[in-house]
């Protein structure tokens, strides 16, 4: 069965840390750009980083020096560790594996086929 699930959202205070983990099964991150995404009611889904085959990064400005990307090939894992969180980071965030290998990072969603299921990220001031 393929899949993948993110996990590690939570509700945190202002300037609280959360680890978000996505793991799939059936489908290979090696070699692939994996990116995190979030969307907040009422607005537009917005990527919020983005890790290519070779190590690069991507990072929305609203969340540059706060969060960091990361991959695990053998276990098949993202992550995302977010420090500093905000009230404005309050989302529903989704991991995703670009379609294409070897692809460079992308902020459309079209360039991503597989998604997980979200994880509820919420921050209160």
């Known amino acids: 069965q393929v899949q993948m699930v993110a996990s590690g959202g939570g509700s945190v205070q202002a300037g609280g840390s959360l680890r978000l983990s996505c793991t799939a099964s059936g489908l290979p991150f090696a070699g692939y750009a994996l990116a995190w995404f979030r969307q907040a009611p009422g607005n537009e889904g917005e990527i919020v980083a983005c890790?290519?085959?070779?190590?690069?990064?991507h990072y929305a400005d609203s969340v540059q020096g706060r969060v960091t990307i990361s991959r695990d090939n053998a276990k098949n894992t993202l992550r995302l560790q977010m420090n500093s969180l905000e009230p404005e980071d309050t989302a529903m965030y989704y991991c995703a594996r670009s379609t294409i290998k070897y692809a460079p990072c992308s902020t459309s969603h079209d360039d991503f086929g597989s998604w997980g299921k979200g994880t509820q990220v919420t921050v209160s001031s």
């Open positions: 890790l290519v085959w070779s190590g690069r990064t």
